[in-house]
């Protein structure tokens, strides 16, 4: 998102002001700089795990699946 010239500008003024006129230290910068892309760019929302295309699975293969998850769960 900060390929696009407005974001990037968005971005550096959030942390100029954040940073401005502090003695920022390495966590004080860091987290001025998260917080910031934060607040221009946003957060996306946890990965699911892609669901497994069972729907092609014959019934041999299916009890297979279901013997080797029982033997793992024993």
């Given at each position: ?11 550096v ?12 230290d ?12 934060r ?28 013997e080797k ?6």
């Amino acid at each position: 998102m900060l390929e696009d010239p407005i974001k990037r500008r968005m971005f550096v003024e959030k942390v100029n002001d954040t940073i401005e006129g502090a003695n920022v230290d390495h966590a004080g910068f860091s987290n001025a700089l998260l917080n910031s892309a934060r607040e221009v760019c946003g957060e996306t929302t946890e990965r699911r795990q892609r669901d497994r295309e069972t729907w092609w699975w014959n019934e041999e293969v299916q009890l297979a699946v279901r013997e080797k998850k029982l033997a793992f769960k024993r």
